[in-house]
């Protein structure tokens, strides 16, 4: 299994809703990243985990929360969201979080999230 | 300020050309990643490049490290219609908290 899976592919909330992104891996990879990417952007970062340990919380607000319960599983939970949040929200892994070692990424296709 | 200076941001060719997408930064970096994107989906990993100097192909792509590790290309050769999306460099920075770091990508369209 050589893929980076996340559910919901859409979803449509109000500001006042609470709901979760869910992003699955089986390859193994101990680092997983959650970025934000707008129409004819590059991705943002917004938050690593390494190890299952949050590593990198890029100054994102707290309507945003993440959570890693083992390995291979990696959620967003999502509250009190705004228009402006509407993105496309990727997850991505990678075998180690280490710059030295030179690992590429595997994205997931992503959740176009709208907020209304 | 942009630690990754992706050129050209926008690119429409006829089929069959040739073209080169360029990655710049001042910075040093352990690696350069090239990435492609189609519209709904998340990147696709197409290469590492580690070694200042090495050039890498992939089928009608070439990608090229810089000598000093601060620049990266990538040329294709007879592009196809299906080579249109968003091409993306990134690169691992150290200083960076190893993160990795995107330049702001290179749109694609190669009509038939």
């Known amino acids: 299994d050589t893929e980076v899976t996340q559910t919901p592919k859409h979803l449509v909330m109000g500001m006042t809703n609470k709901k979760s992104l869910k992003c699955e891996q089986h390859m193994g990879h101990r680092a997983m990243y959650w970025y934000k990417q707008k129409a004819k952007k590059p991705p943002e970062l917004m938050f690593v985990y390494s190890y299952e340990k949050l590593s990198i919380n890029e100054s994102v607000p707290s309507r945003f929360s993440p959570e890693c319960p083992n390995s291979s599983l990696l959620n967003l939970h999502l509250h009190a969201l705004q228009p402006e949040d509407s993105a496309l929200y990727l997850c991505a892994s990678s075998q180690e979080f280490d710059p030295e070692l030179n690992y590429g990424y595997t994205f997931g296709s992503g959740t176009r999230l709208t907020v209304v | 300020t942009q630690l990754l200076e992706q050129s050209p941001q926008f690119l429409s060719i006829q089929e069959g050309e040739n073209l080169t997408v360029y990655c710049n930064s001042s910075s040093v970096f352990s690696s350069l990643q090239w990435y492609r994107q189609e519209p709904g989906e998340g990147p696709v990993l197409l290469v590492t490049?580690?070694?200042?100097?090495e050039v890498k192909k992939l089928k009608r792509l070439t990608f090229q490290f810089g000598d000093a590790r601060k620049d990266s290309s990538l040329h294709i050769t007879a592009a196809q219609p299906g080579d249109t999306g968003l091409y993306l460099c990134?690169?691992?920075?150290?200083?960076?908290?190893?993160?990795?770091?995107f330049g702001q990508g290179t749109e694609l369209s190669v009509k038939p």
């Open positions: 490049v580690v070694t200042g100097g």
């Open positions: 990134a690169g691992d920075h150290r200083y960076q908290g190893g993160k990795l770091i």
